[in-house]
């Protein structure tokens, strides 16, 4: 069933997903700030608009895809914003990675205007985006869900509903919190073996095929035995990320003990002048610690 | 080719171990402690002994497998060990799990012997062992690893030869230092998932799916879902096995931030008693820190 | 020199702090949202105000002393606030404990209507404010600051400009770091004392007489060594600061290994329910780490 | 009293003690692996051996200054070591800084030649040693120590007993503990305060006066605002106890989350090349950690 969509933020991640709405049939109007993405957008099919009032005017469902909470509040909730224009009963799928609480204000908020929402944080990154396999995590009604559900197998191969309003957001925070430990302590296994005159890359291979063994094992080794660091995902944004999750498991009093330490690892990486490097760069951060040269 | 092979330990992992090389056509002439491990090799096809001196006069290969450090010593270099009564120009394998200085001093030793060694520890656990699927890391001469390796693949499907003496340890102390900390990070997550209200078995399947997924997540997030720790692997063997690669990496000189606050955490699980579950009872010390209740 | 005195949020700390200033010889007209409080400082001879406006519109000074960041914004910024009614050359001393980004912003809105402004955070606790032997850390301008200076010596006696804006708060943020880790790794010592059979009181005495000895251990070594624990300061407050100095390093780049270790067993602590014990409580978590009985 | 007193181990620390057993009045015979220190002795009125045996043989007292456990080994229970030579009834004091466990061994193999032993560290470093103002741990029995107090009043201000064999060295692992983490989280305030842009030396100040002051805090915040970290203490030295503390801590059952994670950089300035520093050049490991220039 076509739907017509507007499409709010069409970046490096954005642009793709809405391309691919518009390849499964769907009627959709994009809205950016640069209008070099918008152009994009229409030569793939699909509809330009000049402002956030005008995408969202006639939609049935309201996409927005910005890089962090403050963005997500000056789109959906400001002056000029998406609950300004949307009609009562729109359902407004906020697919950004923010804080679980930036979510759970933007819902109230909607709820108020008799406006439906959903959290859909993604990972995969532009990758996934462009070839339309991202996980989508996503929280809010079941019933919203369900209906969305067509819309989210246009983008992502992974589709799962996780808990109310917020709950996407949350599990995306233990997403990335899991993904920086898994690394850090890859990193640290790294200088240990090499520090011993282990063949490192032998070393992986065994351990990649016990229960030491790992989607960031496999998909980082190559960058760690090159040292190459080219993103991929930048540091930057873990470090935006990890300050997500510490932020979010302290207001639910959930311990992190490990999230708080890879939290200032992460940011001494970045303080380090690595931050847009790929989060396997955090193997610098183990060799400056170990006295090694970094290269 | 049939081998003469003498087998120090027939415990829960040595007794298979042994059988299997039975199984794959060797002379296997077993010695143990307790007389009833003997007789269940014999039963299968091998041979029993009196004594480590008994086993090992006529062996073309030893293997030993042992619980710790103070266990090799005592098998091979004390009175009455094995390069006591070994002739010279026989392989000694130690496949326990031990510090890689003490494999070295084990090397050395041999070594004003005339007598060759590998250390050769190996993951996968009980049921491993039995079907022949271990992974094995081996260190030493890289003759002395291919003339071995034929053994190796009738008790494992991973045999990596990772470096010289000492390097099969290491690589088991990094293996170990990585299944800690990724079951604990994934501890950490599910405390966080449950105290913000997300659906944790919906959330671990998107998560699995994704970067953060591991060996860990997928055999162990059964354990965290029903709180279920019957061992697998025991903490009180992991807490031991936190030793080993803390003091292993403070000899290279490798940093392990992470690993450094895991080891506690271990010792603290330990300290409350969980020491005979599972290592996926990490999970108890997050709740604790949390305030919740353990049950 | 007598001053026309505004002193808004007369609490704990604030009710003693305004008296004082009125036996300075001080003219205090104070403002808080319950009367009683207003009403014992008319009776040691200060004013009462029905209003924030009420208070400040005469004031040559305004004080404010209210519990965190969201009480500054609204005392301060918002409708019906200081700035508000406040004259032109007006000097604002917030005395509250907040973060500095706070102090900033509430500097920048300040210079906007011509007011100069002070960020004056006080330790000591309430002991202090009624000895009138707090310590004082300003952030501003030097002038400010000298023109301040005797009011200040009239709440305290350690009285330090440390830096611009914000700088105060910075200090104060410090300080409840290095309080916490010195409290936590007293904890530690004093548990590890225990377990190996030590005499925990003689062992204090000689620590603290040598390179250990510190302020924590002379006025917490009571508190531990008979499982004291009445406040004091609660460890809910300390919690709030830990947040505060975590948010601040992150957003100048420092990084804090023990801070953020610290800052999660602050936050155990608050979520075993210790919220409202003496931060040498921290002394519990160690126990409860340790697999100990929590007295 | 006069007492004959043997005295093994003259280096920086034991040749300033000895002499101070001189001028005390006692019969001091010392013995050294460098003669000149066995002269230096001599010329302020002890007396010289040719080894161990020799020393000890005629002596009341047996004290003992050597570097680490390997040392304390081989002198007191090695080949030619003191047990060998010494007469029952015999008071042995070892004042190394060593692990309690071995403190307990050795006091083990004295009790079978029915000599006894105190184990009895020191704190205060050359200066201290120089001008007899260390303090002084003790273990051992209570009587043991009552006869050897008035030697120990020769050799420092502050001494106390603590407990039974080994419990002076547990209380001397606490006290390099509880150091090492007050200075680690001084060097943390003091890059966070720089960052923040604040005046470092009237912040110190500030602190020093409140419940943050500390002895690191007065005697190690001149090498930190100066940059000036020539020992001191070094942090090989401090490498060594922290991996005494750790090993005792996790024997006893003790968590120490801030003690591993301070262990690891310490270990960490030891890589980066700092060994031969003062303890509070820690502080360049926060500037690494920050992105900072270290000079």
């Known amino acids: 069933m076509s739907r017509k969509i507007a499409f709010i933020g069409l970046g490096i991640m954005g642009k793709p997903m809405a391309i691919n709405l518009v390849k499964a049939g769907h009627h959709v109007t994009g809205f950016n700030l640069e209008q070099s993405a918008i152009d994009a957008l229409v030569a793939a099919g699909g509809h330009g608009a000049a402002s956030i009032a005008d995408a969202v005017k006639d939609?049935?469902?309201?996409?927005?895809?910005?890089?962090?909470?403050?963005?997500?509040?000056?789109?959906?909730?400001?002056?000029?914003?998406?609950?300004?224009?949307?009609?009562?009963?729109?359902?407004?799928?906020?697919?950004?990675?923010?804080?679980?609480?930036?979510?759970?204000?933007?819902?109230?908020?909607?709820?108020?205007?008799?406006?439906?929402?959903?959290?859909?944080?993604?990972?995969?990154?532009?990758?996934?985006?462009?070839?339309?396999?991202?996980?989508?995590?996503?929280?809010?009604?079941?019933?919203?869900?369900?209906?969305?559900?067509?819309?989210?197998?246009?983008?992502?191969?992974?589709?799962?509903?996780?808990?109310?309003?917020?709950?996407?957001?949350?599990?995306?925070?233990?997403?990335?919190?899991?993904?920086?430990?898994?690394?850090?302590?890859?990193?640290?296994?790294?200088?240990?073996?090499?520090n011993a005159g282990v063949d490192l890359a032998a070393a992986l291979d065994v351990l990649g095929g016990g229960l030491a063994g790992s989607t960031v094992l496999n998909r980082k080794k190559g960058n760690m035995l090159n040292r190459e660091f080219a993103p991929g995902f930048r540091i930057d944004l873990h470090h935006k990320d990890m300050g997500i999750v510490t932020d979010a498991a302290r207001a639910v009093g959930a311990a992190l003990p490990l999230g708080a330490v890879v939290a200032q690892l992460v940011a001494s990486a970045r303080a380090n002048g690595d931050g847009s490097l790929d989060h396997s760069a955090l193997l610098r951060g183990v060799e400056r610690l170990s006295g090694r040269e970094v290269k």
Chains 1, 2, 3, 4 share one sequence.
């Open 59 to 194: 939609a049935e469902v309201v996409i927005t895809m910005v890089p962090a909470d403050p963005h997500v509040e000056q789109v959906i909730l400001a002056e000029g914003g998406v609950l300004e224009s949307v009609q009562a009963g729109t359902l407004v799928i906020d697919m950004s990675s923010i804080t679980p609480q930036t979510s759970q204000k933007v819902a109230a908020a909607a709820v108020a205007k008799g406006v439906r929402t959903l959290d859909a944080p993604v990972s995969g990154g532009e990758a996934g985006a462009v070839e339309a396999v991202l996980s989508i995590m996503v929280g809010g009604d079941a019933a919203d869900f369900a209906e969305a559900k067509p819309l989210f197998d246009a983008l992502g191969t992974t589709v799962v509903h996780v808990g109310p309003s917020g709950a996407g957001q949350t599990v995306k925070a233990a997403n990335q919190l899991i993904v920086a430990v898994n690394i850090q302590v890859l990193a640290e296994a790294v200088v240990f073996l090499e």
